[in-house]
């Protein structure tokens, strides 16, 4: 009965079982927030192990970022879940063949992984803050401490080396972490919307996007908040990985439909009725629309070498913009593969509720969990601290 009232209006010949959409907003918002994990700890690696200066503003705020998001993760799969009590059954029985069974063991790899490089990138100011600090917030950094008080020439080359270490590990983790997202879309033959070889690759690059997007947001309005400059050279090189991730993901886009119309197999009108009916305003404004205007307003900006407050805002609202596409294409992808009727004679209308597990008002809360988490971080690690030159040792 409960189906009756869930089901979704359709237009043409639908099966009666395809009138409830099983996979709702969280699993739109699941991919989304893991892109920003991969985006974000892009930033870190190009100072890390690239050894790009300009990023050493944003580079451990860059880890916490990742960190914060990597956290909720699984949040919205355990909503999604009818039993979610049973999640660790993954792990504990494993099955090989599974794509979904591997995301257990590669979230919880990534998390060690980003805690081990937070705890290298900031010994130096905890060790000075176990020294400086008394009470609960002192026997908080002493146990980070791990009872090594030592800062020398030695100890900041041994810290070092296993900071660009595990960036480079970490490198390969985050990327196939939403690699993988993308490999079970594009692996699915039940819809002609998913089963793409273009599609993992699609996800990634438009996650790294998305990721750099939110990290020149967040720095922007973390400066204002601090009231200290932007650091101009630091905001134009993300800007210009910005930039030239955001012309991966238009081509890309493009290339992947292109290739499913120019095929033309049985069910392509239906196809192009889903892209002019449902997803009009959802792909051609939002997705594609707003990825072509923040485009056009990063490239105006560098030919004119813009530079100052006009900078800043134009990056800002080119991130913003690439943000909400993103977004929009995550829902493409997940409801717009649902909406298509695998007699691929008929189209579904998903109309997102404001309240229940996966409503709207729920999934607003998850993704403004991570900033919560990153705020509480931001006041324990302080990532615009800099690194010591002395710390006296015990």
Known sequence: MEAL????????????????????????????????????????????VFGVPRFRPVA???????????????????????????????????????????FGFF?????????????????????????????????FYRVLTLGSYE??????????????????????GAHGLHGYVGFVFGSLKSREWWGSDLMPVIFLVSAITSGIAILITLYVLTSRVRKVPVDLDCLKGMAYMLWGFLIFTIVLEFLEFANMVYKGREGVETIMALVAGPLWFSLGVLQMGFAVIAFFIMSYFMWRSTQDRQLVIG???????????????????????????????????FHPPLLGREGLLVMVTVFALPFGLLWVLTRLLPPWVPKLDHVPSR
């Open 107 to 139: 979230a919880t790899f990534y998390v060690v992984l980003v805690f081990l490089e937070i705890w290298f990138a900031f010994r130096e100011n905890i060790v000075a803050w176990a020294q400086e600090r008394k009470g609960l917030a002192g026997l």
């Open 151 to 172: 800062i020398s020439a030695t100890t900041r080359s041994y810290d070092a080396k296993w900071l660009k270490a595990l960036a480079v590990i970490g490198i390969v």
């Open 315 to 349: 990056v800002t609202v080119s991130a913003l913009l690439m943000l909400v596409s993103v977004l929009a294409m995550r829902w493409n992808v997940v409801i717009g593969g649902q909406e298509l009727s695998k007699t691929m004679q008929g189209l579904l209308y």
């Open 60 to 102: 451990r705020f860059a880890l916490l970022t990742s960190l914060s998001f990597m956290v909720f993760v699984p949040l919205p799969l355990l909503l999604h879940l009818g039993h979610p009590e049973r999640a660790m059954n993954v792990m504990l029985t494993p099955h090989l063949t599974s794509a979904f069974a591997a």
């Open 5 to 48: 009232f869930d089901a979704a209006p359709f237009t043409g010949y639908v099966f009666p079982n395809e009138t409830v959409i099983p996979w709702s907003l969280m699993i739109v918002i699941y991919p989304y927030i893991t892109g920003l994990v991969a985006g974000s700890f892009t930033v870190a690696t190009f100072y890390h």
